[in-house]
């Protein structure tokens, strides 16, 4: 089983509502090296499984960094998401 599926599945389980993923990018010659180039249909992947583990925000990306806006992401996307809903339901009660 690829990792992928062991950690959010437990960050789950603890009620972990946001998870981001991105690419490892090595800054210089004295740091590890890269191993894998993630493409981005893999990331998009990530992002769709971990929406359906029931994340409420997946920030997925090789250019995706834990702490890159990702307040902001997440706020506009938890808005988007209630408008979206809200439209929604005042359609189906017309």
Do not use: C, W
């Not at 599945?9 to 972990?16: A, G, H, M, P, T």
């Not at 925000?57 to 990702?70: D, E, I, L, Q, W």
Request: aromatic residues 12%; hydrophobic residues 35%.
């Amino acid at each position: 089983m690829h990792i992928f599926a062991l950690i959010p599945k437990d960050l789950r389980e603890i009620d972990v509502d946001v998870v981001t993923f991105g690419q490892y990018l090595r800054p210089t010659e004295n740091h590890l090296s890269v191993v894998e180039y993630v493409t981005p249909e893999k990331f998009d992947h990530f992002r769709k499984v971990g929406e359906e583990m029931g994340f409420k925000y997946v920030a997925s990306g090789p250019m995706v960094r834990s702490s890159y806006k990702a307040g902001e992401f997440y706020l506009k996307h938890m808005i988007s998401k209630e408008r979206a809903e809200k439209e929604k339901q005042e359609e189906t009660s017309k």
